[in-house]
């Protein structure tokens, strides 16, 4: 893309209304734009972050078996109506009727509709297990929108949803979807720690929050910092495999973690203080075992081998897609910007004319810009260097090649990392392999 014709609408000041780092920097970028509270629009900085988070994230819930399908942003409330939501949902469930006085709401979430399709498409034992997944806008009429995209109220969610003939089935499903967001977690650059949640009355213990520490974070949360020593994105785990799963498992659940109302301060003290990690946590995932609790109530059940009745046990897997955006940037960022981990920077690389007009300056420029595009942003505008230095830092592309007219003479650019704010001068065929290393 080439900055003089982007709508990339970066901004010098800090906007008053943003009060944490990352929607400050999502504003200062020109990601996004508020519409209204808490509802955005995506500008293409902030459009293509997302993509390559919905990417991963869509690579890995495939991986593990998950069918991609896409459910409607509109639901009849009759579905809720059945499951009993529609009543207990409250104020955040925002209610709409059409022409024909028919009720129907902007989905906050899925349950329903997911279970109404298995109910009509699925009849016999041999089709499960299943699980299925969607990307989609959410609604939540959230009583206090805040932190930017971090707490909106349309929002972007990937949810899954697992089917099992019994409770061990659901557990290896249950378990396979943590290790995939292990994996999904780690690929976009974070850490998210697991964390023992309430279950309310379905009870048990298979309902774990994924948390990232970030200074808007509702609740304190401790954990050891073994969690991030460990590569789970490597082979030692099959993810269809109930065994190898178990072991995952076991090794997850044994390593400290907990929320302040789940805090055990005596197994807290076991853990080295070096290791000791504690701070504001924030969640950007939650996966939830429920039994019955949709697949009863609403009659969905599949003939079993004896030709009896067999009503699935769901789980229900959710990834805050678009709060991640800001999650990522509270993780990845200092005083001049954001630092994008490269698997989900919007470019890989920003190219820095630094003397537009000039014929030898902007022969390299073209040609880099043609070697790497579309995968980079061409600052072909014709603004001061400091500018130009600036907007790249906060934009926050992992890599700058900078071309300035003294090393252009020399066919010599200089080639920045953002992360470490390493520079060096290389030849334009060096730069070009060091970028796309
Ligand atoms: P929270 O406790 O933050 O309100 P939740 O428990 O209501 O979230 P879930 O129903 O578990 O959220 O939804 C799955 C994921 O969707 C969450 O882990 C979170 O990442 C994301 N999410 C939930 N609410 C919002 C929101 N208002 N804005 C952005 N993302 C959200
Ligand atoms: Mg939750």
């Known amino acids: 893309m080439r900055l003089s014709r982007s709508l990339i609408p970066t901004l010098k000041e800090t906007p008053a209304e943003a009060t944490i780092a990352s929607h400050r920097l999502m504003l200062r970028a020109g990601m996004v734009r508020q519409e209204a509270a808490g509802i955005y629009a995506w500008l293409p900085i902030g459009l293509r972050v997302l993509s390559h988070v919905a990417r991963i994230v869509r690579a890995e819930q495939d991986r593990a078996g998950a069918q991609e399908i896409l459910m409607p942003t509109i639901q009849p409330a009759d579905l809720w109506r059945e499951s009993g939501r529609y009543d207990d949902y409250g104020l955040e469930m925002l209610r709409i009727r059409d022409r024909h006085e028919r ?8 349950e329903e509709m997911v279970t109404d399709l298995f109910r009509n498409a699925v009849r016999s034992y041999r089709q499960l297990p299943q699980s299925v997944y969607h990307i989609q806008w959410k609604f939540r009429d959230e009583v206090r929108p805040r932190f930017g995209v971090m707490r909106g109220r349309e929002f972007l969610m990937k949810d899954a949803y697992s089917f099992d003939l019994d409770y ?15 994996r999904t977690f780690q690929r976009l650059g974070l850490r998210a720690i697991p964390m023992v949640a309430d279950t309310g009355p379905i009870g048990g213990d298979l309902s774990h929050e994924f ?9 304190e949360v401790f954990y050891d910092a073994a969690f991030e020593a460990i590569d789970w994105t490597g082979d030692d785990y099959d993810l269809f495999s109930s065994e190898q799963l178990e072991q995952f498992y076991t090794r997850m659940t044994g390593i400290y973690a907990a929320t302040e109302d789940k805090h055990d301060a005596q197994a807290w003290a076991r853990v080295a203080p070096a290791s000791q990690r504690q701070g504001r946590g924030i969640e950007v995932g939650h996966i939830f075992y429920f039994g019955e609790k949709y697949s009863r109530p609403m009659g969905l059940t599949v003939a079993g081998p004896d030709g009896a009745p067999l009503v699935p046990h769901m789980g229900s897997y959710g990834i805050g897609v678009s709060r991640l955006v800001g999650a990522l940037i509270e993780a990845h960022h200092d005083e001049a910007g954001i630092k994008w981990p490269d698997s989900v920077a919007p470019f890989r690389a920003a190219i820095l004319n630094l003397k537009q007009g000039d014929a030898t300056t902007d022969a390299i420029a ?69 970028v796309c290393a």
């Open 211 to 219: 948390i990232v520490l970030a200074p808007t974070g509702e609740s």
């Open 168 to 182: 061990a089935g659901a557990v290896v499903s249950y378990r396979r979807m943590m290790l995939a967001y292990m």
């Open 103 to 110: 009720d129907l709401l902007y989905g906050p979430t899925n």
């Open 366 to 434: 073209e040609r880099l810009y043609s070697a790497l595009a579309p995968d980079a942003l061409y600052d072909d505008r014709e603004e001061r260097a400091g500018v130009k230095f600036a907007d790249a830092d906060l934009l926050g592309h992992p890599w700058q090649i900078i071309v300035g007219p003294r090393g252009a003479a020399n066919g010599m650019v200089e080639v920045k990392r953002r992360l470490t704010g390493e520079r060096v001068e290389l030849s334009l065929e060096d730069a070009l392999t060091r």
